[in-house]
C-alpha cells in the first residue's frame, strides 16, 4: 500500500492531538508513515503514542538543526522523503509551524498544497471553507504530490495499535535552511483549560460582555462544559481577554464539536475563524445579529441572565 506522510505535530516529543487525527486520516489514503522531527531524545515520548494511532513506520530526524531554525530544515527533510517515498500525499496540521513546512515542501517539490482543508476523501479530495468560511469548495491537487494542511479536529482520532519501523533520515540540513533561528522560548501560561485549538467545546465571549471581570461567566459555563474558552477581537482588543485567545481571521481558527458564542455579532472576521465548527450556538439579545444566520441554534435574550442559568442546568444535569 502506498505510504501518506504525516507531520508529527509536537511540542519536546509529546504530540499533539491532531497528530493522531492526521494519522487517522491517512489510514483512510494508504499507510501512515509519521514524520517526527525534533531535538535530540524526543523521540522517544512519541513512539508509543504514533503506534497506537497506527503509524506503520517512523522517519526520524533528531537535530538540533531541525529543532532550532524555523520551517525550512523540516522542509528539506519533508521533501527529500516526497522523492525518496513517493507518497500518495502529504498531510499537515493546520497550525503556524506545519503551515510554513508545508508550504515550503510545496514549492520546493513543485507540488500542489491545499490550505485548511476540513475533509479528505479517499479520492484525496478536499473540503475546504474559502473567502472568510463563507463558500465551502471541493478541491483536488493536480500536480505533484498533493500536501494537505488539515484544519484540528476535522477526523475523530481513532486508535489502531501498529508496531511502526523507524527509519532515521540520511540529511545533512544546508546552511540556506538555517536563516531563520529559534533565539528563545517562552513557555505559555497554562490555563488549566483545553488548548483552543484542539477543545472539543469552545465558549468565546465578545464585546457584550461589557468588562473584562464578565468573562468569569464565559469561563465558569467553560469550565462545566471542560470547555477553552475564545474570545472576538473586539473583546481581546479591549484588554478584557489575552489576544492568544482571540478566534478569527487574525487569530486562532477553532474547529470544535460545539462553539458557543456568548456576546458576538458575528462579523465575517470572526466568522472565518469558527465557522467550520460542528454546531455553533448563539447568545445575543438582538435577534437581527448576524452570527444568526449561520449558528444551529440560537438564543436571543440578555447573557447576564441566560448564561449563569444555562450554567445552572449543566450542573445539575450532570449531578443528576
Ligand atoms: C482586518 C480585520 C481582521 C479582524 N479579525 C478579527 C478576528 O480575528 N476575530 C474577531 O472576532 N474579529 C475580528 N475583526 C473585527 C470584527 O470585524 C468585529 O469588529 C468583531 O468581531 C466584533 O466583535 P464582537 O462581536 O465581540 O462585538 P460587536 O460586533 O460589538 O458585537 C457585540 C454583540 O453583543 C451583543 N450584546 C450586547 N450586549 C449583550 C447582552 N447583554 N446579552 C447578549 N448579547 C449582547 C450585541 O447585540 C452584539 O451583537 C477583524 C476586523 C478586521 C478589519
Not at 284 to 299: C, M, S, T, V, W
Given at each position: 500500500?502506498?505510504?501518506?506522510?504525516v507531520l508529527?505535530?509536537?511540542t519536546?516529543?509529546?504530540?499533539k492531538?491532531?497528530?493522531a487525527?492526521l494519522?487517522t486520516?491517512?489510514?483512510t489514503?494508504?499507510?501512515?508513515?509519521?514524520?517526527?522531527?525534533?531535538?535530540?531524545?524526543?523521540?522517544?515520548?512519541?513512539?508509543?503514542?504514533?503506534?497506537?494511532?497506527g503509524?506503520a513506520?517512523i522517519?526520524?530526524?533528531?537535530?538540533?538543526?531541525?529543532a532550532?531554525?524555523i520551517?525550512?530544515?523540516a522542509a528539506?527533510?519533508?521533501?527529500?522523503?516526497?522523492?525518496?517515498?513517493?507518497?500518495?500525499a502529504?498531510l499537515a496540521?493546520?497550525t503556524?509551524?506545519?503551515?510554513?513546512?508545508?508550504?515550503?515542501?510545496a514549492?520546493?517539490?513543485?507540488?500542489?498544497?491545499i490550505?485548511?482543508?476540513t475533509?479528505?476523501?479517499?479520492?484525496?479530495?478536499?473540503?475546504?471553507?474559502?473567502?472568510g468560511?463563507?463558500?465551502?469548495?471541493?478541491?483536488?491537487?493536480?500536480?505533484?504530490?498533493?500536501?494537505?494542511?488539515v484544519?484540528?479536529?476535522?477526523?475523530?482520532?481513532?486508535?489502531?495499535?501498529?508496531?511502526?519501523?523507524?527509519?532515521t533520515?540520511?540529511?545533512?540540513?544546508?546552511?540556506?535552511?538555517?536563516?531563520?533561528?529559534?533565539?528563545?522560548?517562552?513557555?505559555?501560561?497554562k490555563?488549566?483549560?483545553?488548548?483552543?485549538?484542539?477543545?472539543?467545546?469552545?465558549?468565546?465571549?465578545?464585546?457584550g460582555?461589557?468588562a473584562?471581570?464578565?468573562f468569569?461567566?464565559?469561563e465558569?459555563?467553560a469550565?462545566?462544559?471542560?470547555?477553552?474558552?475564545?474570545?472576538?477581537?473586539?473583546?481581546?482588543?479591549?484588554?478584557w481577554?489575552?489576544?492568544q485567545?482571540?478566534?478569527?481571521?487574525?487569530?486562532?481558527?477553532?474547529?470544535?464539536?460545539?462553539?458557543?458564542?456568548?456576546g458576538?455579532?458575528?462579523a465575517?472576521?470572526?466568522?472565518a475563524?469558527?465557522?467550520?465548527?460542528?454546531?455553533?450556538?448563539a447568545?445575543?439579545?438582538?435577534p437581527?445579529a448576524?452570527?444568526?444566520?449561520?449558528?444551529?441554534?440560537?438564543?436571543?435574550?440578555?447573557?447576564?441572565?441566560?448564561?449563569?442559568?444555562?450554567?445552572?442546568?449543566?450542573?445539575?444535569?450532570k449531578?443528576?
Amino acid at each position: 500500500m502506498a505510504e501518506v506522510l504525516v507531520l508529527v505535530e509536537h511540542t519536546d516529543g509529546e504530540p499533539k492531538k491532531v497528530t493522531a487525527e492526521l494519522l487517522t486520516l491517512a489510514r483512510t489514503l494508504g499507510e501512515p508513515s509519521a514524520v517526527f522531527l525534533g531535538a535530540p531524545g524526543t523521540l522517544a515520548k512519541a513512539k508509543d503514542y504514533l503506534a497506537q494511532y497506527g503509524a506503520a513506520k517512523i522517519y526520524v530526524v533528531e537535530s538540533d538543526d531541525v529543532a532550532n531554525f524555523i520551517g525550512a530544515p523540516a522542509a528539506e527533510v519533508l521533501s527529500k522523503l516526497v522523492a525518496d517515498t513517493s507518497p500518495v500525499a502529504v498531510l499537515a496540521a493546520a497550525t503556524p509551524d506545519s503551515r510554513e513546512v508545508a508550504a515550503r515542501t510545496a514549492a520546493r517539490t513543485d507540488s500542489g498544497l491545499i490550505w485548511d482543508a476540513t475533509a479528505l476523501a479517499p479520492d484525496l479530495t478536499a473540503t475546504q471553507g474559502i473567502f472568510g468560511g463563507s463558500t465551502i469548495v471541493s478541491s483536488k491537487v493536480t500536480k505533484g504530490t498533493p500536501i494537505v494542511v488539515v484544519r484540528p479536529n476535522s477526523t475523530a482520532p481513532e486508535a489502531a495499535p501498529s508496531t511502526p519501523a523507524e527509519t532515521t533520515v540520511d540529511i545533512a540540513i544546508s546552511d540556506a535552511a538555517k536563516g531563520a533561528k529559534i533565539v528563545d522560548r517562552v513557555v505559555e501560561a497554562k490555563s488549566g483549560r483545553p488548548d483552543l485549538t484542539e477543545a472539543q467545546v469552545v465558549v468565546s465571549g465578545g464585546r457584550g460582555l461589557g468588562a473584562a471581570e464578565h468573562f468569569g461567566l464565559v469561563e465558569k459555563l467553560a469550565d462545566t462544559l471542560g470547555a477553552a474558552v475564545g474570545a472576538s477581537r473586539a473583546a481581546t482588543d479591549a484588554g478584557w481577554y489575552p489576544h492568544q485567545n482571540q478566534v478569527g481571521q487574525t487569530g486562532k481558527t477553532v474547529s470544535p464539536q460545539l462553539y458557543i458564542a456568548v456576546g458576538i455579532s458575528g462579523a465575517i472576521q470572526h466568522r472565518a475563524g469558527m465557522q467550520t465548527s460542528k454546531t455553533i450556538v448563539a447568545i445575543n439579545k438582538d435577534p437581527e445579529a448576524p452570527i444568526f444566520e449561520f449558528a444551529d441554534y440560537g438564543l436571543v435574550g440578555d447573557l447576564f441572565n441566560v448564561v449563569p442559568q444555562l450554567t445552572t442546568e449543566i450542573e445539575k444535569h450532570k449531578a443528576g
